[in-house]
C-alpha cells in the first residue's frame, strides 16, 4: 500500500529536498527544505560546501486540483574552486524563473495546441511569462544548419499580413525543418539570407525546388554554385489553369444567352482533373466540350500537360518530345491565350525538364504552408512577426522529429 510519504515524493520528487506544508487556503503553498549543506556548481557540476548567503525564492509549480501551488525555498549563493561564483545550480527551477522546469513544460504544451491568450488563460499567468517561456523553449529546438547536411533545399512564399506582405521560407528537401524563414522575398533579403548560411552550406547544396519567380531564380544560381533547379510542376499546371480560364471567360461573354445557361456555374468543373471528376460532373463536362470547340481544344491541352507531368515510364527524351508537341498544338490551334505559358516554359525549359531528371515538387512546400495558416488563425494573427516565425520553425522541427 502507498504510505502519504511516498506520494508526496512522487507528486514532488525534487532530489534533496524535504517537502511540508506552508499554506493549505485558496492556493497551496508548500516548503522546501535542503538535506545538504553544500551546493552544486552550474559550471563543473560538482559540490562546494563554500556557501556566502542564501535567498528566499518562491516559484509556480504545476497545479493541485483546482488549486495554484506554490514553492517556496532558500537557494544557496557559492563560491566554487573552478572559479564560479554565485547561485547554486537547481534541477527543477530555472535560473530567475518564477515557475518550475515542469510547470514551463506544461505551458509549452498547452503553446503548441492553443493560441498564446488561451494558454495563458489556463495557468493563470502573465502573458509575457508564457510567452517568455515559449519563446525560449522553441530557440531550444533549433538545430544548427551545419548539423543538417543540406544536399536539396525548396523555397517558397506565403501571405501572412494584408498589403502583399510576405514571409520566405527555405527548408531543407528532405527533412522539412525550415532552416531560414524571413520577411519579404525580394532579391535581396532572399539573396542574404541564403548567404548567411555560410559558403560550406551552400557549395553542398545541389538541388533547389522552386516556382518561376525570378528574384528566387537570380538569388539561389548567385548564392549556390554547384544547384540545379527544378522547377515546380504545380507552378506550370496553375498557369496553364489561369489560360483555360480566361478563354472560358471569353467564350461565355460572347456565348449566346442559351449557351450561356449551360456554361454557368462550371468553372471547377473545367479546371478539375479529369480522373478526380464525379461521373456527373464527366456528363456535365461533355456537353459543355460538345458546346463550345475551342473551350473543348483548350481543355484537351490542359489534360494533356496534365498527363505529361503524371507520366511514369516514358523515357527523358520521349517526354521532351511530348512537351515540344504541346507547344505546337498551341499555335496550330492559335489558341493565344496560352502564349505566355509557352513563352514562361520555354525561357525555364531546363528547370521544367529537371523535374522529370530529379522528380522534386514544392509539394513539401505547399503543405507545411497550410500549416502556417492553421497556426496564424489559431492566434488570429501574430503582431509579433519573430515570435510567428518561431512558431514556424518549431512545427517544422517537430514533423521532423
Known sequence: MTTLNSLVR????????????????????LGLKSRRKCGICPCCNKRTSNVETEYERSV?????GERQ???????????CKCGYRGLEKLDFVAKSRRVTKRMETYIVSLCEKMSLKEATEVVNLDWKTVKSIDHEYIKSL??????LNIRRIAIDEIAVMK??????????YDTGIAIKIIFGRGYEVTSNALASLGSDVLNGIEYASLDMWDPYIKAITKQCPNVKLVFDKFHVVKKVNEALDNIRKKEFAKAEPEERKRMKHKRFVILKKRSNLKPKQKIELQELMELNKKLY?????KEQIISIFDEKKATFEQIKERIISWFESIFSNQLEEFYPVVTMMTR???????????GMTNAISEGFNTK?????????GFRDVEYFMLKIYQNSVKRFA
Do not use: M, W
Open 142 to 147: 533549433l538545430p544548427k544548419i551545419s548539423e
Open 297 to 301: 481544344k483548350s481543355y484537351l491541352l
Open 372 to 380: 502556417i495558416n492553421v497556426i496564424k488563425r489559431r492566434a488570429f
Open 10 to 29: 512522487n507528486l514532488f520528487p525534487f532530489k534533496g529536498y524535504k517537502v511540508y506544508v506552508l499554506k493549505n487556503e485558496n492556493h497551496i503553498l
Open 60 to 64: 509556480r509549480d504545476l497545479d493541485l
Open 348 to 358: 525555364h525549359f531546363n528547370g521544367i525538364l529537371n523535374y522529370f531528371r530529379y
Open 163 to 172: 498589403g502583399h506582405k510576405y514571409l520566405t521560407i527555405i527548408r531543407d
Open 69 to 79: 501551488c506554490y514553492l517556496e525555498f532558500s537557494q544557496k549563493k557559492i563560491r
